[in-house]
């Protein structure tokens, strides 16, 4: 099974700073097969990368995915008010799927 | 729109057996993979069960194999979780999800969630 990593746990930010989120996973992941999601409480998790890299329709410029191999990162550019929330990497390469633990991210 | 609307939830003792149905509108169902994911209290998101766009394919997770099946009918539209000998560690919202483009499993639509406990 590949586990993937997720740090820090928690990030306590202000509006309008730079986020930074990690995410490791344990195998390298053939064609970065590597996807971030949003979640709210009481909602459904919300698609925002995939690929490693690319950005799902109607996800706002400010959110954008980077890595490879074993290391993936999330930033979002300006955090705004809607953007405080837990966010989760997941890997599609082999069965079982698997999420990391999840990065929540609060103000400050 | 694209929606997932689920249903089947409840209270149920354990050892006991309940049914998740998921009916999905506004894309062609039987081209994408679907998948069941579950959120227990406190926790993180996991992985629970998949099944590929025609149903010939299915996967589960360790922890519900043999316990748990995941199916679908193309002609209507709906996927299911057929849940047994549940555990009260099996307590969770769960989540149905429409997979990514070129049968990728990754989900860019999910259902609302449905709250199951598993008490007696």
């Known amino acids: 099974e590949i586990v993937m990593t997720q740090s820090p746990a928690t990030l306590s930010m202000s509006p309008g700073e730079r986020a930074t989120l990690s995410c490791r996973a344990s195998?390298?992941?053939?064609?970065?097969?590597a996807a971030w999601y949003q979640h709210k409480p009481g909602q459904g998790p919300s698609l925002l990368i995939y690929?490693?890299?690319t950005r799902a329709t109607g996800v706002p410029a400010r959110f954008s995915g980077s890595g490879s191999g074993t290391e993936f990162t999330l930033t979002i550019s300006s955090l705004q008010s809607e953007d405080f929330a837990v966010y989760y990497c997941q890997q599609y390469n082999k069965w079982p799927l698997t999420f990391g633990g999840g990065t929540k991210v609060e103000i400050k | 729109d694209v929606q997932l609307l689920q249903s089947g939830g409840g209270l149920v003792q354990p050892g006991g057996s309940l049914t998740l149905s998921c009916a999905a509108s506004?894309?062609?169902?039987?081209?994408?993979?679907m998948t069941w994911v579950r959120q227990a209290p406190g926790k993180g998101l996991e992985w629970v069960s998949a099944?590929?766009?025609?149903?010939?394919?299915?996967y589960h997770a360790d922890s519900v194999k043999g316990r748990f099946t995941i199916s679908r009918d193309n002609s209507k539209s709906t996927l299911y979780l057929q849940m047994n000998s549940l555990r009260a560690e099996d307590t969770a919202v769960y989540y149905c999800a429409k997979g990514g483009y070129d049968d990728y499993y990754y989900f860019d639509t999910w259902g609302q969630g449905i709250l199951v406990t598993v008490s007696s």
């Open positions: 690929a490693s890299s």
């Open positions: 195998q390298s992941l053939d064609s970065n097969l």
């Open positions: 099944i590929s766009r025609s149903g010939e394919s299915s």
């Open positions: 506004g894309f062609t169902f039987n081209k994408y993979a």
